[in-house]
T-cell receptor, first 115, second 116 residues
């Protein structure tokens, strides 16, 4: 499978717990994005990596959220002290650098439920 | 700032009908890119088409066609002879460069239901 892979697909956690999600982009893609999608809404940008450098973070990304992309390969998104408002689908996308003419390929997402 | 508006929240049609999904965008950039993605119930966003701001040619791909009009800032998507498998949420999205890192700004999506 050469697509974008996300793990886990589903996560249920109690409020206050920490959770970590993983994204494996398409292997040659240097750009990696995290988005969050709540019910009935379009995905919203969270953060962007070019290779291993995190170049942009949305204001949506509170200090409880941290993302890494060591060695410019896979990426992790960690949420500390989860809140019920964090319940959403977390989507990862990758693309091959160039300009905006290259489309982003999305993974199937991790659905987080905070109870 | 960029904005994408999909005014149609839900559309329901009967199989074989034609259906048009509307998309209106806002940006001050002169170079930008427009996209349509399909999100079936499985959740994965599937890329359908990309247009850049300098190419206003309409495009047809099988039963799908896209009408890009800069004068009205619209990028509408038409499915001809719809099929049940077309049922999904469809998102229109916009990206720009110049420091925006080509991140996508999505509309809220249109839920299309095609009934047999």
């Amino acid at each position: 499978d050469t697509g974008v892979s996300q793990d886990p697909r589903h996560k249920i956690t109690k409020r206050g717990q920490n959770v970590t999600f993983r994204c494996d982009p398409i292997s040659e893609h240097n750009r990696l994005y995290w988005y969050r999608q709540t019910l009935g809404q379009g995905p919203e940008f969270l953060t962007y990596f070019q290779n291993e450098a995190q170049l942009e973070k949305s204001r949506l990304l509170s200090d409880r959220f941290s993302a890494e992309r060591p060695k410019g390969s896979f990426s992790t998104l960690e949420i500390q002290r989860t809140e019920q408002g964090d319940s959403a689908m977390y989507l990862c996308a990758s693309s091959l650098g160039g300009g905006g003419e290259t489309e982003a390929f999305f993974g199937q997402g991790t659905r987080l439920t905070v109870v | 700032a960029q904005k994408v508006t999909q005014a149609q929240t839900e559309i329901s049609v009967v199989e074989k009908e034609d259906v048009t999904l509307d998309c209106v965008y806002e940006t001050r950039d002169t170079t930008y890119y427009l996209f349509w993605y399909k999100q079936p119930p499985s959740g994965e966003l599937v890329f359908l088409i990309r247009r850049n701001s300098f190419d206003e040619q309409n495009e047809i791909s099988g039963r799908y066609s896209w009408n890009f009009q800069k004068s009205t800032s619209s990028f509408n998507f038409t499915i001809t002879a719809s099929q049940v498998v077309d049922s999904a949420v469809y998102f229109c999205a916009l990206s720009v460069g110049r420091g925006s890192n080509y991140k996508l700004t999505f509309g809220k999506g249109t839920l299309l239901t095609v009934n047999p």
